[in-house]
């Protein structure tokens, strides 16, 4: 029985640490943007099946179509009448550099089949890149609407690149190698080394964005930004660079967990949604504007998931969902509506 409950433990804590990233990305852009992004579950499935594709030697068709919208925005930007020639050249040579990063990591991807950090480093920069792209085309456009007109933009963005990864990839699914095989015994439970890997990347990837926040002028501005976006305006912090710059991060970890989860339940084209939801669940802990409120939902959630799936399998994942109801009502008793601050 100790044995058991030691293994669900572990699974769940396993799933809790996926889960951090998707809740830690929709704070970000939560906080920075008020978009509640419903899509960014897909930007896992975007990650997962991306980094399957570099691993088998394939050239990322998600690489390309990134290059071509950076490309896109670079000529939009130059033809903006009020820029002088050298801020156009400035563009001109930043966007440069961008593209080249991200054709370079995929080719090198693509030349090099089986190299696991190549694979890693093409899909991650492919996706967050991708994310800076997504709010350019859908959210920047709009950004003074109302949430709701934001939710249902998201809605859309979320069709779109779930359409996107089945015309991309196929439904079939594909599986990923672990970064090492085999596990080892702590007390009376096994614990796989991906399991492992999981956690550890996922508790680095916290602390590096907790440094970035506090120890950065740039993770500063974005604070600033996510406190009081008009009083950062007036401060003269580009706000529509740090949405630009939150979606980016958003959209990096989100694929990290991603790559990370693949190799437990293989890359398909719906592995998305179920893990942005769930990822949403957590973050509603900390009303998707708190850090350490939220990292205690994802435990829990990934906790839920884990004993739900021993005790009633066919039934964890509404277990998981149905939780965010006595969330939101917890929230809303602690912090009635009319004193919430986003």
Not at 39 to 45: D, F, I, R, S
Not at 210 to 216: A, C, D, I, V
Not at 249 to 255: E, L, N, T
Request: net charge neutral.
């Amino acid at each position: 029985m100790l044995d058991t409950l030691l293994f669900l433990v572990a699974d769940g804590i396993t799933n809790g640490a996926v889960y951090g990233l998707l809740a830690l990305s929709l704070i970000v852009i939560y906080t920075v943007t008020r978009v509640v992004n419903i899509a960014q579950g897909e930007y896992v499935t975007l990650g997962a099946l991306s980094f399957a594709s570099a691993l088998s030697g394939t050239f990322s068709v998600l690489s390309a179509i990134v290059a071509a919208g950076l490309a896109a925005f670079a000529l939009r930007d130059i033809a903006e009448r009020r820029l002088t020639g050298t801020m156009r050249m400035r563009i001109v040579l930043s966007r440069a550099l961008w593209i080249l990063i991200v054709l370079a990591t995929a080719w090198l991807a693509n030349l090099l089949p089986g190299s696991y950090w190549l694979a890693v480093l093409a899909s991650l920069v492919a996706t967050a890149s991708l994310g800076t792209l997504i709010y350019r085309l859908t959210v920047e456009p709009v950004s003074d609407a109302s949430p709701i007109v934001l939710l249902i933009v998201s809605v859309g963005v979320y069709m779109v690149l779930h359409g996107t990864a089945v015309v991309i990839w196929g439904a079939e699914p594909r599986s990923v190698p672990p970064v090492v095989d085999g596990g080892v015994e702590l007390g009376p439970v096994f614990v796989t080394y991906q399991s492992l890997w999981i956690c550890a990347s996922s508790l680095v990837a916290m602390i590096a964005l907790y440094l970035f926040s506090e120890r950065t002028l740039t993770g500063q501005a974005l604070q600033a930004t996510a406190v009081n976006r008009t009083g950062a305006q007036l401060c003269g912090i580009p706000v529509g660079i740090a949405g630009q710059l939150s979606f980016a991060i958003g959209a990096g970890f989100s694929a990290l967990s991603g790559l990370l989860l693949a190799p437990l339940i293989t890359a398909n084209y719906d592995m998305g949604l179920p893990i942005g939801l769930k990822g949403f669940v957590a973050a509603a802990l900390g009303g998707i504007v708190e850090y350490p409120t939220a990292l205690v939902g994802v435990l829990l959630v990934g906790l839920t998931e884990s004993f739900s799936a021993f005790q009633v399998s066919a039934y964890r994942d509404v277990v998981v969902y149905l939780m965010v109801i006595p969330i939101l009502l917890w929230r809303n008793a602690v912090r009635p509506p009319e004193t919430h601050g986003h």
